[in-house]
């Protein structure tokens, strides 16, 4: 595994989640995606930034410490 750069991640409640695809279209990485019926997020890619948990009208997503390795 690559070292992990960002302090944050996001989760995705799925629960909460209204499958609007905000999320997924304000995301600078296009790193969301929807498979199936539910959004996921690539952590592979995914910089920690936030704006999907800024954007998200439903509050579904929510930024989490990350843990170190």
């Known amino acids: 595994m ?8 996001p989760v995705i409640d ?11 279209t ?6 969301i995606v929807k498979i199936g019926d ?8 995914c910089k920690g930034c936030g704006i ?4 998200c009208p439903f509050d579904a997503i929510t930024m989490v410490r990350e843990k170190p390795e």
């Not at 999907?52 to 954007?55: D, G, M, S, V």
């Open 38 to 45: 539910d959004y996921h997020i690539d952590l592979r890619f």
């Open 14 to 24: 799925q629960e909460k989640c209204k499958r609007c695809g905000i999320c997924e």
């Open 2 to 9: 690559g070292m992990i750069l960002r302090a944050f991640r």
């Open 52 to 55: 999907c948990a800024n954007e």
């Open 26 to 31: 304000y995301c600078p990485e296009g790193v």
